[in-house]
């Protein structure tokens, strides 16, 4: 019984101090409380201009998306007029670079911008 009673009174004291502690603590949370809310308030701030701000991308979104849709049918429409227009280009280029000679690539130096050498 005796024991049972140490007990009691060794809690009792163990609270008391508790009791203490929060009482020392109480100022600090109450300006940690104010520093939540004011925070709370900043970020709900920051979360409207976000929101803003995300309609606004959203929509030039939309827009570039539908560009990029149209500027790949146009591709797809003209790339076999390309290919067909480009190949003749080709050979002939291919075919007058190979006919070329040397001295006529240094009259080519000469001739094409006077004064300048490469």
């Known amino acids: 019984m005796e024991k049972v009673m140490w007990l009691m009174s060794s809690d009792r004291s163990d609270i008391a101090v508790m009791q203490k502690e929060l009482q020392a603590l109480q100022p600090k949370l109450l300006e940690t409380s104010l520093e939540t809310e004011q925070l709370i308030e900043v970020i709900e701030h920051k979360t409207e201009e976000v929101e803003a701000v995300k309609s606004v991308v959203e929509a030039d979104e939309a827009v570039a998306e539908k560009a990029a849709m149209e500027a790949k049918a146009i591709k797809v429409t003209i790339l076999p007029y390309i290919s067909v ?5 080709i050979v002939v280029t291919k075919a007058w670079t ?4 040397m001295s006529q ?4 130096r000469i001739t094409t911008i006077p004064g300048e050498t490469f």
């Open 98 to 101: 190979c006919q070329l000679l």
């Open 105 to 108: 690539v240094s009259l080519l």
């Open 85 to 89: 227009l480009a190949n003749p280009c």
